[in-house]
């Protein structure tokens, strides 16, 4: 994978997307098809677009829609419901819904959606997701035996242990 194709798009079909709009607005109920798009897009700030970098990007549009130049947007609490993979799913997530100068709707997630699945897909992506047929009951008892071998450095960057008395008198001067 290169940088410039980082994207990953999901088609949604038989999507019904709700978005309830904040700030005491109503509700939006679109259903048509959607492209569900996750990854790093390459995006240009600065105040000369002198910067150039890979944002985060959770967005959806209408499926196969063109490009717009131009979409107004309100914040809102987002729901996606489609058929994706032989099975039905759900996006949840806040973030900003809005339409655009060509009549259709999009969106983006301000952090990653909840992605809910009806089942487990029959292929994991990596036998790294199965290591071992354990119920949750056995996983979980299994993960209490486990102990973390950070070093004394971590730990004291995480409890802010280690200075001395003496090292706090002598700033207080």
Known sequence: MTLASSLRTYRLTNARVVALLEDGGGAVVETRDVDYMEGRSLSISGRDGDIIHLAPIWSFSVADS??????????????IEGDCDGQRVELRGAGSFGYTDLGTFEGEFHAAPTFLLEEEPDEPP?????????????????????????????????????????DTDEHDD
């Open 66 to 79: 063109k490009v717009p130049d131009m979409v107004e947007m309100s914040r809102a609490q987002i729901v």
């Open 126 to 166: 990596s036998d790294e997701l199965r290591k071992s047929d354990l119920t949750p009951e056995e996983w979980v008892e299994h993960m209490r035996t486990i102990e973390v071998d950070a070093p004394e450095q971590f730990r004291r960057a995480q409890y802010g242990v280690g200075l001395s008395d003496r």
